[in-house]
Every structure is written in structure tokens, then in C-alpha cells.
């Protein structure tokens, strides 16, 4: 099962005067969904864009299954390890839900049969129904919206998901629902399951809290 570790990771905006993350340790495994809690502004979606290798730290180092990811090209890691699911979905609204699930398969090169065949197994595994299949992001509930983004993500093959305040814009009932998914996706699917958020029930639903403050991480005992 896939392992990220991150040592002692630093970060900082460009014109910042100082370390947005600051020598930040943690661990991820497959099988596990682990939480990222902490205040506004404390970083962690700064640690989230590092670990989806949209940014370089500027000290310290990830490893996955021992290797060295920042010395790995960067595009190949974005696109083929990791997803990235985010609080405002971010569906392609031009294209319906199923072409939206689809599409990280045809840019990866799978005959769009195939891609097709196998974006409605993936959005069937989230419960979105096939009737919805050719409506577009607009036409759905947000919770379906979400649901669509996570078959997106799975689509991409990548086995890391990162989530950024995925139950942001949802109600109680869409947030456990969610939280559902991304749990059964870790624990009988082996996915390796980050989500960042400030919603207590997701940290305790979670088999790890890592608990951000002030650009460092801490390790939280449940
Ligand atoms: N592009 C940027 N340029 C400069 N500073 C930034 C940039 N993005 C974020 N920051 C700063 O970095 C710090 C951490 O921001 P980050 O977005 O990681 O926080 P967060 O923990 O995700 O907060 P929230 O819970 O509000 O989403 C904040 O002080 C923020 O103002
Ligand atoms: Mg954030």
C-alpha cells in the first residue's frame, strides 16, 4: 500500500517575509482516511497544493513507498498520483457528468469507449444515478456535483486523494454521505484519503487527525 511521508517540509510565498509551513512532518498510508484540521490561515491548503505538486517547498522532502517524489517530474506526479477534490467542485461545465468523469481517462489515453464504460462504474460506485449521466454540473444538487468531482478524481487512476473542505458547501446529510464515499474508498478500496477540514464529525470519523497551527503540524491524539 502506497505511503507518503513528508520531512520537515518548509514554504514560502513568494514576496512573504516568512514560512507559511515550517518544517512540517506527517505521514499518509493507503487503507486510511486521515484528517487535517486547524484555524484559518494556519496553512493547510498551502500543505494540500505541496502535496498535489502544484508548488515546491522550499526545504525538506516527500518520499512515496521510500521515493523521492520532488525529484520525480512534477506533471506526471500531478496527473497520474494524486487528485485534488475541492469545495466548489470545479466540474467542467460544458461537459454533462458523464463526459466530466470521463475526461481524465481520454487525456490519459484510453479509447473514449472504454473511458466512458468505465466512468459510469465509477459514478454508479458514488451513487449517482444513470438517468443523471448526461445532465450538466448545473443540474444537480451540490452534493451530486460532489459526488461527480470524487468519480472524476478516481478516474485519474491516481490512489492519493486530497480533499480541500469537500463538505464546504453541503448540507449535514450530503457531508456524511461524502464522508461515506471517501471512508469505504479508503477501507475497502486501499485509496490513501486527506481531507482537510474544520468539521468535527470528519475528524472523528477519520482513522488520523493532524492538527494545523500556525504553519506547523502536530500529530493529534483521538
Ligand atoms: N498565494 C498566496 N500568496 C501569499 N500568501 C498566501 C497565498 N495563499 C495563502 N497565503 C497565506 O498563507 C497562509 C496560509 O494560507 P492557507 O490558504 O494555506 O490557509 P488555510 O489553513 O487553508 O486557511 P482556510 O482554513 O481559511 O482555508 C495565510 O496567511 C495566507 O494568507
Ligand atoms: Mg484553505
Given at each position: 500500500?502506497?505511503?507518503?511521508?513528508?520531512?520537515?517540509?518548509?514554504?514560502?510565498?513568494?514576496?512573504?517575509?516568512?514560512?507559511?509551513l515550517?518544517?512540517?512532518?506527517c505521514?499518509?498510508?493507503?487503507?486510511?482516511?486521515?484528517?487535517?484540521?486547524?484555524?484559518?490561515?494556519?496553512?493547510?491548503?498551502?500543505?494540500?497544493?505541496?502535496?498535489?505538486?502544484?508548488?515546491?517547498?522550499?526545504?525538506?522532502?516527500?518520499?512515496?513507498?521510500?521515493?523521492?517524489?520532488?525529484?520525480?517530474?512534477?506533471?506526471?506526479?500531478?496527473?497520474?498520483?494524486?487528485?485534488?477534490?475541492?469545495?466548489?467542485?470545479?466540474?467542467?461545465?460544458?461537459?454533462?457528468?458523464?463526459?466530466?468523469?470521463?475526461?481524465?481517462?481520454?487525456?490519459?489515453?484510453?479509447?473514449?469507449?472504454?473511458?466512458?464504460e468505465?466512468?459510469?462504474?465509477?459514478?454508479?460506485?458514488?451513487?449517482?444515478?444513470?438517468?443523471?449521466?448526461?445532465?450538466?454540473?448545473?443540474?444537480?444538487?451540490?452534493?451530486?456535483?460532489?459526488?461527480?468531482?470524487?468519480?472524476?478524481?478516481?478516474?485519474?487512476?491516481?490512489?492519493?486523494?486530497?480533499?480541500?473542505?469537500?463538505?464546504?458547501?453541503?448540507?449535514?446529510?450530503?457531508?456524511?454521505?461524502?464522508?461515506?464515499?471517501?471512508?469505504?474508498?479508503?477501507?475497502?478500496?486501499?485509496?490513501?484519503?486527506?481531507?482537510?477540514?474544520?468539521?468535527?464529525?470528519?475528524?472523528?470519523?477519520?482513522?488520523?487527525?493532524w492538527?494545523?497551527?500556525?504553519?506547523?503540524?502536530?500529530?493529534?491524539e483521538?
Amino acid at each position: 500500500m502506497a505511503a507518503l511521508a513528508l520531512k520537515q517540509i518548509s514554504y514560502k510565498y513568494k514576496k512573504a517575509d516568512k514560512d507559511v509551513l515550517k518544517s512540517v512532518s506527517c505521514h499518509f498510508s493507503g487503507g486510511e482516511m486521515a484528517a487535517i484540521i486547524g484555524p484559518s490561515g494556519s496553512g493547510k491548503t498551502t500543505l494540500l497544493s505541496i502535496l498535489a505538486g502544484l508548488d515546491e517547498p522550499g526545504a525538506g522532502s516527500i518520499e512515496m513507498d521510500g521515493k523521492d517524489v520532488l525529484g520525480m517530474d512534477r506533471d506526471l506526479w500531478r496527473r497520474r498520483e494524486v487528485s485534488v477534490i475541492f469545495q466548489s467542485f470545479q466540474l467542467f461545465p460544458l461537459l454533462t457528468v458523464l463526459e466530466n468523469a470521463s475526461f481524465p481517462m481520454e487525456l490519459n489515453g484510453v479509447p473514449k469507449k472504454e473511458a466512458r464504460e468505465q466512468a459510469k462504474r465509477y459514478l454508479e460506485l458514488v451513487g449517482i444515478a444513470p438517468e443523471k449521466f448526461k445532465r450538466f454540473p448545473a443540474n444537480l444538487s451540490g452534493g451530486e456535483q460532489q459526488r461527480t468531482a470524487i468519480a472524476r478524481s478516481l478516474a485519474s487512476g491516481a490512489k492519493i486523494l486530497l480533499a480541500d473542505e469537500p463538505t464546504g458547501n453541503l448540507d449535514s446529510e450530503n457531508t456524511k454521505n461524502i464522508i461515506s464515499i471517501f471512508s469505504r474508498l479508503a477501507h475497502e478500496m486501499g485509496y490513501c484519503v486527506v481531507v482537510v477540514t474544520h468539521d468535527p464529525k470528519i475528524a472523528d470519523l477519520s482513522d488520523a487527525v493532524w492538527q494545523m497551527e500556525d504553519g506547523t503540524l502536530a500529530y493529534h491524539e483521538k
